[in-house]
């Protein structure tokens, strides 16, 4: 069937409609919860560089740099090295893989640290028309440093729950995406209540066939009251090679 350009035109206000509730839906508990519970807000920036390389129709390996600074007076509060391989199915809708990664942190005690994390992902996506719902699963183990007494559990267990929805915008290589991350901590005697809950906003610039530029803005909200939430800029670069 043809559309008309009055037809068109209803489409498009309906799915801006349907972005604009998006946006809703995600941004709106940052807004009361915040207004229910003031607490400290450290901010920061977010540097990422991601390499992957397909090597059969099925798999491919990747790997990341990423830089993350914060106003907790050094100004640097970590970096992560990651190495990964992916196996995709259900012609690229349904993506599982394993990854290790080395993080070099400042620590509570004013140290910097060297842990290493292990972790597993499950992605799975679908289109409708012009937007993409996605939800990744993650189970992580981190192993920090035994010499350090204050840690009440090592490893550290985290399952992560993310739902993503982004917006191809017709003729225009430029993507707004909206996301949402619950963490659930696995292995606390105390409590696997939910710990952290990270909102991230941002676009995507699509520059050729294989580079592509993410900007975004992200707001992690942790449920414990001596952990300071965080606003961050950040920006990734991608390189998808075939």
Same mark, same amino acid.
């Given at each position: 069937m043809k559309l008309t350009p009055s037809t068109a035109l209803r489409a498009s206000k309906v799915k801006g409609k349907v972005f604009g509730f998006s946006v809703l839906f995600f941004f709106i508990p940052i807004v009361t919860s915040s207004a229910q519970s003031p607490k400290e807000t450290d901010a920061g920036a977010v540097f990422s560089f991601e390499l992957e390389k397909g090597y059969s129709r099925f798999f491919s390996l990747s790997v990341e740099e990423e830089v993350r600074?914060?106003?907790n007076g050094t100004g640097f509060d970590r970096s992560a090295t990651s190495l990964g391989t992916d196996c995709a199915l259900l012609n690229g809708r349904l993506k599982t893989g394993v990854y290790y990664a080395f993080l070099y942190t400042y620590n509570n005690d004013k140290q910097y640290e060297m842990r290493h994390r292990?972790? @597993?992902? @499950?992605?799975y996506r679908e289109t409708f028309g012009a937007f993409t719902l996605s939800w990744r699963g993650r189970m992580q183990g981190t192993y920090r440093d035994k010499n350090r007494k204050a840690y009440r559990i090592n490893p550290k267990y985290v399952l992560k729950n993310?739902?993503? @929805?982004?917006?191809a915008i +017709?003729?225009? /290589? +430029?993507? /707004?995406f909206l996301s949402c991350e619950l963490s659930h901590d696995l292995n606390d005697p105390e409590s696997n209540a939910p710990t952290r809950i990270r909102y991230q906003g941002g676009v995507s610039r699509r520059l050729n066939r294989t580079n592509r530029l993410d900007f975004f803005i992200r707001f992690d909200r942790?449920?414990?009251?001596?952990d300071p939430d965080g606003i961050f800029a950040g920006v990734e670069y991608k390189i998808k090679l075939n």
């Open positions: 600074l914060i106003t292990a972790y @597993v992902n @499950v992605l993310r739902f993503q @929805v982004g917006y +017709w003729g225009s /290589p +430029w993507t /707004p942790h449920t414990s009251k001596k």
